[in-house]
């Protein structure tokens, strides 16, 4: 099979395979693109023991799989770090943000609650509520 018509007809499915490992659009998007990039130099490997969605399956959740196990490694090796050498700024552990849509999209809902119910407050309580807590 062609590369491209693979590319084409697997990306959705790498590309929410890594969302929902992931957690973040960015993380996902380049996760998808390495994949794609391993799934196109070991395509000559491919024995066709299963189909090609299962072999790009397998290729995603290992790699998936993979960038978890680094960023585990990455956070133990920050916490011992700041164990033994607690003035040492040289390695960090970044904080993740999760950024997947669906989280997403329950906090836009539950903010709208919020704006709603705000509404309905007297004006002054309105405007001292958004000074305090949002301003």
Not at 38 to 51: A, D, E, L, V
Not at 69 to 95: E, G, M, T, V
């Amino acid at each position: 099979m062609q590369f491209e018509k693979l590319y084409h007809t697997y990306k959705d499915m790498v590309y929410n395979i890594c969302l929902n490992h992931l957690y973040r659009i960015e993380d996902a998007e380049e996760a998808t693109q390495d994949i794609f990039v391993k799934i196109h130099t070991k395509r000559s490997s491919f024995q066709g023991k299963s189909s090609w969605k299962t072999w790009i399956y397998k290729i995603a959740i290992n790699h998936c799989l993979d960038l978890i196990k680094a960023k585990k490694r990455k956070k133990r090796l920050a916490q011992i770090s700041s164990i033994f050498f607690p003035n040492s700024n040289k390695i960090r552990h970044d904080i993740v943000t999760i950024n997947h849509p669906g989280i997403l999209l329950e906090q836009k809902e539950a903010i709208t609650v919020i704006f709603e119910c705000m509404d309905l407050l007297p004006e002054r309580q309105k405007t001292i509520l958004i000074l305090a807590k949002i301003d």
